[in-house]
């Protein structure tokens, strides 16, 4: 896997899927043939199947339904990418388009056929649905896990896969340590992958999140909850003076973090930098290297 190309990083879905050989000759099978305007490939729906590795678990029927009279009036405009398995053909990306032909009646669909294996097939189904939103948090935490655990990615080579962050990364996956009936919040969208992040940190996850949801609180309320009190060491007395207070809000300032001094009688004291998530660790990390 470290020996092949990384050639997708921020790319759009038109390019990825542009990089991989188109497979599929039109003149041998009778059942994939090529339409009259445009030279496009057509197969039966009835030889296509979705894809079991498609992160996307949840389709909102209102979208399909509007989704499914376009195609009623236009056709599918946009070729569903596929690829041959045995004698049949499995989704690689268009699956709502897929589920929208079948409501819609139609018989035959645009294809684009590509050779692909069955991590790069993944990785093309998890790109599509991150780049157009169309993941909720744990579909996008359950198909980086799938990635790693099947195709043995590094958080980096997974984060530079897709376009996103190592830390973006390790934040989604994080979401999946949390208590199934959270996660089911997050599926439904009752609560933000923000506030997921806020509950790993909380005593009790399940109670919060019931707070979060019955008083809107927004991520940085709920993260509030979830940061423990600070307690002075006994016998400790601060010595607070205008120098103190002003070093205190230029460290702050510069680092865009908040950041307490407690400086003791003696001359001896210690810095406290609190940050929000591993994105603000990582970059004051930068800043100390430097």
């Known amino acids: 896997m470290a020996s092949e190309p990384k050639r997708r990083l921020g790319r759009g879905l038109d390019a990825l899927l542009g990089a991989y050989p188109a497979g599929g000759n039109a003149g ?20 296509i199947d979705r894809n079991p590795r498609n992160p996307r678990r949840d389709f909102d029927d209102e979208e399909l339904a509007e989704l499914t009279d376009s195609v009623r009036r236009h056709g599918i405009v946009q070729p569903i990418a596929v690829r041959a398995v045995g004698d049949r053909y499995e ?28 991590r790069e097939a993944l990785e093309i189904a998890i790109v599509e649905n991150v780049q157009r939103a169309d993941l909720n948090p744990v579909e996008e935490a359950k198909g980086y896990q799938a990635l790693i655990a099947e195709f043995k990615y590094t958080q980096a080579d997974l984060g530079e896969t897709i376009g996103k962050s190592r830390v973006h990364v390790t934040n989604t996956l994080r979401l999946l340590k949390l208590p199934p009936s959270i996660l089911e919040m997050l599926e439904a969208g009752t609560i933000s992958a923000g506030h997921g992040r806020a509950l790993l940190g909380a ?16 991520v940085r309320e709920a993260e509030r909850f979830t940061q423990p009190r600070e307690k002075k060491p006994a016998g ?37 930098i609190g940050y929000r998530d591993l994105e603000q660790l990582e970059s004051v990390c930068r800043k100390l290297r430097r």
Request: no cysteine; glycine share 8%.
């Open 28 to 47: 041998s099978e009778p059942e994939l043939r090529v339409a009259a305007e445009g030279g496009r490939r057509t197969l039966p729906l009835d030889r």
């Open 91 to 118: 989704i690689i990306a268009g699956e709502r388009r897929w589920r929208a032909a079948q409501r819609a009646g139609l018989h035959d669909v645009p294809v684009t056929i590509l050779e692909v294996s069955d």
């Open 203 to 218: 005593d009790d996850p399940e109670k919060l999140a019931k707070l979060i949801i019955a008083k809107g609180l927004s």
């Open 236 to 272: 400790r007395k601060d010595v607070r003076n205008a120098d103190i207070a002003a070093l205190e809000k230029e460290l702050s300032d510069r680092l865009g973090m908040k950041v307490a001094l407690h400086h003791g009688a003696s001359g001896s004291g210690e810095i406290r």
